[in-house]
């Protein structure tokens, strides 16, 4: 066995990396098509495939408004609650240099302006407009 160097191994693995991802592709390719035949063959739906009605990110998005826990959409089907870390395409729309009250919808915009008025208030001890006073808890000193 030739001695090789450490270069040439690298290299050679390098080509035999670009090669598998070459047959891969391939291979993907074809399972893909076979895929898509047997969908049409047996008319399958993704209900069939996937044991539900409908699938993807906007059905995930409108559910998720439905229940009324999104405080923030793209109108693409993203959507954050406003809670934990930003999702991936609202940390790059905040790059991008938007705002994340261009991403309110629904009643959030009305009450993100109302937020400054009910903070104002809170501080001076009486009712937020348009909220009802709350039960004030006394200290147990």
């Known amino acids: 066995m030739a001695t090789q160097s450490y270069a040439q191994i690298q ?20 399972v893909v098509a076979r895929i898509k035949q047997d969908i049409a063959t047996y008319g399958l739906s993704a209900q069939d495939l996937f044991g539900r ?33 930003h999702p991936k395409w609202l940390r790059e729309a905040l790059a991008a240099g938007k705002k994340l009250e261009d991403f309110l919808f629904g009643g959030a915009k009305a009450d993100a302006a109302a937020e400054p008025a009910r903070k104002a208030a ?3 001890g009486k009712a937020a407009p348009g909220r009802k006073p709350g039960r004030q808890v006394k200290s147990a000193r």
Request: proline share 2%; hydrophobic share 40%.
């Open 11 to 30: 290299s050679q693995i390098a080509e035999l990396a670009a090669q598998a991802e070459k047959l891969k592709a391939e291979e993907i390719a074809g």
């Open 53 to 85: 009605k409908s699938f993807g990110a906007r059905t995930k998005a409108r559910a998720t408004v439905v229940a009324g826990a999104a405080k923030y959409a793209d109108g693409k089907g993203g959507v954050y609650g406003g809670r934990g870390p």
């Open 122 to 124: 809170a501080k001076k």
